[in-house]
T-cell receptor, first 118, second 113 residues
Framework: AQTVTQSQPEMSVQEAETVTLSCTYD???????LFWYKQPPSRQMILVIR??????QNATENRFSVNFQKAAKSFSLKISDSQLGDAAMYFC???????????????FGKGITLSVRP | DVKVTQSSRYLVKRTGEKVFLECVQD?????MFWYRQDPGLGLRLIYF???????EKGDIPEGYSVSREKKERFSLILESASTNQTSMYLC????????????FGNGTRLTVT
């Protein structure tokens, strides 16, 4: 079974600075998807960024980018120019490529709480 | 935008009660999921469904059942609520193709006393 590990329960960053959130995963598959979700106090899970394992290029979405190291099974999220609105819980998640049944589910890490200091 | 609606934001029930958590999505998605979120444990999958009347157990199905009579609606049932089922429950949906991320509802915080 696939596992996702987020070893840091909490992190803090100064506003306008850069912060990196770590995630590692374990799988025997060669093709899969990785995601970072954000959960603010409103509880709505928001997709931040996604990465397909077959793509070597790291995904970016505005101030958010990932460092995807397939061989090391590492998928870290970098937030640049941190803003107060970035304060939230962040979850790393893994998904197999198949659309059916067990392959359609996401496996989540335990999450990391990010605080942003003004 | 995809909208996933959970019927209750907060719910308080007594031990032994039968509890229904309802989830409706408006994007004709085939896949629907129920997750449970607890501090320090992240999100854990309870049940999921990839078609009407189809269901599969997730990682922690004990004490729960589900119903999917219509494509847009996926219900989570606690047959006899217990205090250890006090938690945040999140419903999600996704299309069969193209494969992509899950879209989540706002969650139901259930307290069992």
């Amino acid at each position: 079974a696939q596992t996702v590990t987020q070893s840091q329960p909490e992190m803090s960053v100064q506003e306008a600075e850069t912060v990196t959130l770590s995630c590692t995963y374990d799988t025997s598959e060669s093709d899969y998807y990785l995601f970072w979700y954000k959960q603010p106090p409103s509880r709505q899970m928001i997709l931040v960024i996604r990465q397909e394992a077959y793509k070597q290029q790291n995904a970016t979405e505005n101030r958010f980018s990932v460092n995807f190291q397939k061989a090391a099974k590492s998928f870290s999220l970098k937030i640049s120019d941190s803003q107060l609105g970035d304060a939230a819980m962040y979850f790393c998640a893994y998904r197999n490529p198949g659309p059916f049944g067990a392959n359609s589910k996401l496996t989540f890490g335990k999450g990391i709480t990010l605080s942003v200091r003004p | 935008d995809v909208k996933v609606t959970q019927s209750s934001r907060y719910l308080v029930k007594r031990t032994g009660e039968k509890v229904f958590l309802e989830c409706v999505q408006d994007m004709d998605h085939e896949n629907m999921f129920w997750y449970r979120q607890d501090p320090g444990l992240g999100l854990r999958l309870i049940y999921f469904s990839y078609d009407v009347k189809m269901k599969e157990k997730g990682d922690i199905p004990e004490g729960y059942s589900v119903s999917r009579e219509k494509k847009e609606r996926f219900s989570l049932i606690l047959e006899s609520a217990s205090t250890n089922q006090t938690s945040m429950y999140l419903c999600a949906s996704s299309p069969l193709r193209p494969l992509g991320p899950l879209h989540f509802g706002n969650g139901t915080r259930l307290t069992v006393t």
